[in-house]
């Protein structure tokens, strides 16, 4: 999973970077100090996993990870080249979702692009370059359209009416997704690359004394949100700054004394998971644990395959527990036996978050 952190100059998005992937970016109080993106690793903390280290002293033990991608910060005239626009727009496109980071903090010693916080303003910003920047495919792709279809090429008439209602809608300002799409035609809009349609993640970035409950212009974000079916998630570039330097034992003191349930990282990660209906399945042995990311409603033999294609180009079955129920009989999986625990499941079985899995295959 790769995310592209976006947003206009100084919100925040290179601290925030930092502090989420500790890769060090540079984070400076001036536009455009990141020119070429930053990427970071970051692995997705899943305490199932250590807990079956634990259990089977693994020697090898492998989490999921996040790839994030720190983009420069884009700004009005952006899809026309205006600071660099186009490049930053081009390391958008390789990316499966954004995380757009918006300012909602006050702060004169911190430079506003525009010279006061104002998030809708800012979330606009960004969205309407977006879209400027999808109508300038579309209207490459709906004249090709046309121009084949002039040529007796009528195979290309339904591609052209969808590219041409999306237009329209874009047209009006609104995103690509929040469009009603149908769902014969959801592989096609998505193989058309369009940037406001990638789904997104709104980062409220706000102050240290707000970081709890948020404030005024956390709910001016979450509105926005809320309207096109986006995530939200509040944090404070600053506090991850400070977590990121602290052991487990003391971050969980520092944010029990902040009265913040859990960090920004791990809020973000699950807002990424729900985003992009993610779910993790697990395996499980001496060799070594390990966290698959599969899509929701993954069947088995392709979730195999997530290990290796001959896992699913041979598949047999799956032995498949729950982990709720794994760890209720002891971590034994002779006792799970037992009890009718563990099930075998053949190919149309979907998937569920947390099964533990061993596949059976023919080479």
Not at 66 to 75: P, Q, S, Y
Not at 85 to 107: P, Q, S
Request: with cysteine; hydrophobic share 40%; aromatic share 6%.
């Amino acid at each position: 999973m790769k995310l592209g952190i976006v947003g206009l100059p100084n919100v925040g998005k290179s601290t925030l970077f930092n502090a989420i992937t500790k890769a060090g970016a540079e984070a400076a109080n001036y536009p455009f100090c990141t020119i070429e993106p930053n990427i970071g690793v970051v692995t997705v903390p899943d305490e199932r996993i250590t807990k079956l280290h634990e259990i089977y002293n693994s020697k090898k033990t492998v989490y999921a990870t996040i790839e994030f991608c720190d983009i420069a910060g884009l700004v009005k005239g952006a899809s026309k080249g205006e600071g660099l626009g186009n490049k930053f727009l081009g390391h958008i496109r390789e990316v499966e979702a954004i995380v757009h980071v918006v300012r909602c903090f006050e702060d004169d010693n911190v430079v506003h692009v525009n010279g006061h916080t104002d998030p809708t303003g800012d979330i606009e910003t960004i969205n309407m370059e977006l879209i400027l920047s999808d109508m300038e495919i579309l209207e490459r792709r709906i004249a090709k359209a046309k121009s084949s279809m002039k040529g007796g090429d009528k195979s290309q008439a339904h591609d052209l009416a969808v590219m041409e209602s999306i237009y329209d809608w874009l047209g009006q300002g609104k995103n690509a997704r929040a469009m009603e799409i149908d769902e014969e035609d959801l592989a096609f809009v998505k193989s058309i690359g369009l940037l406001s349609y990638k789904p997104i993640i709104y980062v409220a970035n706000v102050s240290e004394d707000d970081a709890a409950s948020g404030n005024a212009y956390t709910e001016e974000v979450r509105k926005i949100a809320d309207a096109e079916g986006s995530q939200t998630v509040i944090i404070c570039a600053g506090i991850e700054a400070e977590l990121a330097e602290m052991d487990d034992e003391e971050r969980a003191e520092f944010l029990a004394d902040m009265g913040i349930e859990e960090s920004g990282l791990d809020k973000l990660i699950k807002a990424s998971y729900a985003l992009l209906n993610l779910i993790s399945f697990l395996t499980a042995g001496e060799d070594e644990c390990r966290a698959w990311t599969i899509s929701r409603g993954t069947k088995a033999p392709q979730a195999a395959g997530k290990i290796h294609t001959d896992f699913e180009r041979g598949f047999i079955r799956a032995e498949t527990i729950a982990y709720d129920s794994f760890i209720e009989v002891g971590g034994s999986m002779a006792a799970a036996r037992e009890k009718g625990l563990l099930r075998s499941e053949g190919k149309e079985y979907i998937v569920k978050d947390g099964d533990i899995i061993t596949f059976l295959f023919n080479v």
